[in-house]
């Protein structure tokens, strides 16, 4: 990990071209309320290619309108990654899926997550990855 920060959203990890976040329970997510996020971002990969990582340990909300605004913010974001824990979660990722024109995936564990995004960061520089 290259560095971490907890924000009032919730926490986030920067890894070379990965990035995790964990949105503290209860919060309900908007773009204004992604700010933060969406600052750190432009910072540390500055251009270069990355996945998000969403590590859903806690319960939030998502306005999904601003969820497709934050996607197209960062045309440098290779894929959104999710990883649930419970089936309610994972039933609301189908929705999610709708609103994101980048593949976005699901796991059931931070590892296979993390593994899965280094490997096809590696693999893959033109944009290959499973929808």
Known sequence: MKSSYQLGLGNIFFFENILISEINE????NYNEALDYKDLITEKFDG???I????????FSVNIMDFEKFCNTFPNMKAFVTVYYNQFTYKGLAFEKQFCKIPYLDFKTITEAYKFSKKELKVSNKNKFPK
């Open 26 to 29: 209860g919060k309900h997510v």
């Open 48 to 50: 270069k290619p990355f």
């Open 52 to 59: 998000y990582i969403s590590n859903r340990v806690n319960q």
